[in-house]
């Protein structure tokens, strides 16, 4: 198993739209157990392939208290939606270092595969539904900061892009 590199806003790669995965075999299953291994180290609550520029739709989460409830979600469908929506603060393993405010469905019914290849369906409430929705944006090419004001947006950019060349600029010396 090994960490994988994640994508920092405003990495271009970022809005790439993935495809369909269209086989479940060996190679998927090294990349789900990769990414879980990725988002438990980053202590993230969701990881999109997109982040770790891998551009097929499949995603992981876990939302638990205890971090031993990984979910494998492979091509992702929505299958209903709720009138109602929340507002909540979110962050972004590819953000690091900031959050904002984002609308979303309270609840969301999504039907996928697993990683072998199973079908299921998950009716998502309060923080499942809030990252099943942040995830799917990735696969999408939509990092969260899109839905805040462009003030905000630009901000969080100049201080991201800043602190990449500084890093830069650390390994070189
Ligand atoms: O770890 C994460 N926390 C989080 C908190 C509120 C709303 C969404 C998220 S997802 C994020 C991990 C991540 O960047 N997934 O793409
Ligand atoms: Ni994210």
Redesign the pocket.
Known sequence: MSILNILTYPDPRLNKVAKPVAQIDARIRTLVADMLETMYDA??????AT?VDEHERLLVMDVSEERNEPLVVINPRVVWTSDDVVL???????VPGFSGDVERYAEIHIEYENELGDTHKLEATE?LA??VQ??MD?LIGKV?VEYLSPLKRGRIKTKLIKEAKEALKDNES
Do not use: N, R
């Open positions: 202590k993230g609550v969701g990881l999109a982040q909540g603060d979110e962050g972004c393993l590819s923080l809030v990252c942040h995830e990735h969260y």
